[in-house]
Every structure is written in structure tokens, then in C-alpha cells.
Nanobody
Framework: QVQLVESGGGLVQAGGSLRLSCAGSGRTFSSYGMGWFRQAPGKEREFVAT????????WYADSVKGRFTISRDNAKNTVYLQMNSLKPEDTAVYYC??????????????WGQGTQVTVSS
């Protein structure tokens, strides 16, 4: 069992930056692939980024590639999402998840409660 708690969301102007954190509990945290997803009002939850349990492999959605960076610190049971050059279309609730580490929602077993990111134009 893994419990996940996101933090770091907020309101930022377009072009600005935010760093999201996801703190996990449980001794098996480091054995999971971790992902970030987001969901805007009226839209389905979509993949943002994923990182392997070793932290060596990462993968990004085309819409965030070059602007967002996912990383993890297994000693702290924490995964991060550094978001730069934010755009209004990045506005959504951001969720972290633990699972297989792929790009699909159903590939993850554990989810956090989400943190709101709002980008003003």
C-alpha cells in the first residue's frame, strides 16, 4: 500500500514556474514507477510525465516536453515535477500516481488527491 500527497500547486502567470512535489509513504515506494497526470475541467485525465523506479528513464507528453522535468528522490520517498514556461492551457488539477510507470491511467494503482495549478494569461 502506498499513500501519495501532492503539494506545490498554485496560481502563476504565463511564463512562470512551479515545482510540484509528491510525498509517498510505505517502504515499497522506490520499487514503483511514478507518473504525473492532469485533468482540466470537462476533460479526461491525461498523461504528463513518468519516471522509472531507478530514476534513469523518463517520458513526457509532447505538450510538456522541453518545459517540464520529472525527478525523484527515493531516499525521501518523493517525486517532483518542475514546470517552466507555463501556459494557460497547463491549467488543471495535477495528480501523482504509483504503478508500472507507463503513460496510461490504468497502469497506476495508487493516486494522490491532486493539487490545483492555475496559469493566468
Amino acid at each position: 500500500q502506498v499513500q501519495l500527497v501532492e503539494s506545490g500547486g498554485g496560481l502563476v502567470q504565463a511564463g512562470g514556474s512551479l515545482r510540484l512535489s509528491c510525498a509517498g509513504s510505505g517502504r515499497t515506494f522506490s520499487s514503483y514507477g511514478m507518473g504525473w497526470f492532469r485533468q482540466a475541467p470537462g476533460k479526461e485525465r491525461e498523461f504528463v510525465a513518468t519516471i522509472s523506479w531507478t530514476g534513469i528513464s523518463t517520458w513526457y507528453a509532447d505538450s510538456v516536453k522541453g518545459r517540464f522535468t520529472i525527478s525523484r528522490d527515493n531516499a525521501k520517498n518523493t517525486v517532483y515535477l518542475q514546470m517552466n514556461s507555463l501556459k494557460p492551457e497547463d491549467t488543471a488539477v495535477y495528480y501523482c500516481a504509483a504503478g508500472s510507470g507507463n503513460t496510461r491511467v490504468r497502469g497506476y494503482d495508487y493516486w494522490g488527491q491532486g493539487t490545483q495549478v492555475t496559469v493566468s494569461s
